[in-house]
């Protein structure tokens, strides 16, 4: 029995030495005149832009090569930025719009009994287009909503809540330009209107990656994925540009781009921060040029007009994290703005709660503001501006 096992071991092993060993690179063999060929072996799954010598870029490099020729990086990579911390957006305020017509003022009482039975106001609030007051307090008695104002006194008014949209905060170089979604889409798989949708939907404030544009139909398109591109309506730029503006002294500033309604904030020659803002909508432009923060208030009441009969009267309760740049226009956090990325305002830089607080914490009196407009469209000549109330 031991024999005949050490027979059968002996002849497995001499059948196992002597096989033909198979080529290693060997992919397919063909019979040819001129003798057997061995094929070349498949690359790994890599950028190759030019043919490799010892490998076929096929299978998934000839994808990635066909993503990479689309201007598209590999590997595909996330921003490099993450958003400011949620706590930014908390205050120890709340506030509430006022709703009442333009000729109807509004009244404020001693105390809270008073205003529920509407009984001997001590003060009014100027009748306006826009009013907002600030409160620490409220109550529902009623049916009706009361609040307290800073002050002690009470009225009554709806509380409300503030957009949470906020930009991004980064700690390395981004590789390509990048925005945000304004209003829904669908993409479609080539520039143009022709093109087929590819059957995906963007939200507004999606946070989107450009890697190209391309005219086509009239307007501009950004190529946003692989087969994958948005017209220039639906999206809002920041187009990385870390070279400092004329007359930048000390490596920091604030750029808006009043044409894609985007800020970015460049600190030793870096990008740190961008997001989507409001400004100044015709005839109230923010003004273009190179400014600097001269004041800068935690909480700022605005208030004022602009047409003649005084018919659009606001009343802007403690604005948070105001920073004046130019006369009365300012950075300031907009708590009665619903959506950025769109002209909105009479002047003003308005911010998020979120992304001012950021700003706030960020700049310095003194630092340099670029307001500046890539289309051209907005006037530059300084004599159409002048100091006037702003928000």
């Known amino acids: 029995m031991l024999k005949r096992a ?60 066909s993503i990479v020729t689309q201007g598209i990086p590999y590997p595909i990579l996330d921003l490099p930025a993450a958003h400011p911390s949620p706590d930014l957006a908390k205050l120890n305020i709340g506030f509430a719009k006022i709703n009442i017509d333009n000729s109807t003022q509004a009244a404020i009482y001693g105390s809270l009994d008073a205003a529920v039975n509407g009984e001997n106001p001590t003060r009014y609030l100027q009748a306006g287009a826009t009013i907002y007051v600030s409160f620490v307090s409220q109550m529902d008695v ?19 809540d503030f957009s949470k949209f906020s930009g991004l905060v980064f700690h ?14 669908i993409p479609r798989n080539a520039p143009g209107y022709a093109s087929p949708e590819i059957g995906k939907t963007y939200y507004r404030e999606t946070l989107v990656q450009i890697y190209q544009e391309v005219e086509m139909d009239g307007t501009t398109w950004y190529q946003t994925g692989f087969d994958e591109w948005i017209e220039r309506r639906y999206i809002r730029q920041v187009v990385v540009n870390t070279t400092p503006p004329e007359g ?33 909508a015709e005839p109230y432009f923010t003004r273009p040029g190179l400014h600097q ?75 340099y503001v670029y307001v500046w407009d890539p289309s051209g469209q907005t006037p530059t000549d300084p004599s159409f501006y002048s100091n006037i109330s702003a928000y």
């Open 172 to 185: 390395a170089a981004p590789r390509n330009n990048f925005g945000w979604i304004v209003d829904q889409t």
């Open 142 to 160: 009623n049916g009706g909503h009361y609040v307290m104002l800073s002050s002690g006194e009470w009225m009554r008014a709806s509380p409300g």
């Open 248 to 280: 930048v002294t000390n490596n920091r500033w604030i750029e808006v781009n009043l044409y894609e309604q985007t800020l970015a904030v460049y600190d030793n020659g870096q990008l740190v921060f961008a997001t989507l803002v409001a400004t100044g």
């Open 6 to 65: 050490t027979f059968l071991l002996t002849i497995a092993f001499l059948l196992f030495t002597f096989t033909p060993a198979s080529p290693v690179n060997a992919a397919i063999t063909t019979q040819s005149d001129a003798g057997p060929y061995f094929g070349d072996v498949v690359c790994a799954p890599d950028n190759y832009r030019q043919q490799s010598l010892d490998c076929l870029p096929l299978g998934p490099s000839q994808s990635i090569n």
């Open 293 to 367: 923060i001269y004041l800068k208030k935690e909480l700022e009441t605005m208030t004022g007009s602009f047409a003649a009969d005084k018919s659009d009267y606001y009343y802007l309760a403690d604005v948070p994290y105001t920073m004046y740049f130019d006369d009365a226009r300012a950075l300031h956090g907009a708590y009665w703005r619903a959506m950025f990325g769109y002209e909105q305002s009479h002047g003003c830089v308005n911010l998020s709660i979120i992304d001012s607080h950021w700003l706030y914490d960020w700049a310095k009196e003194g630092d």
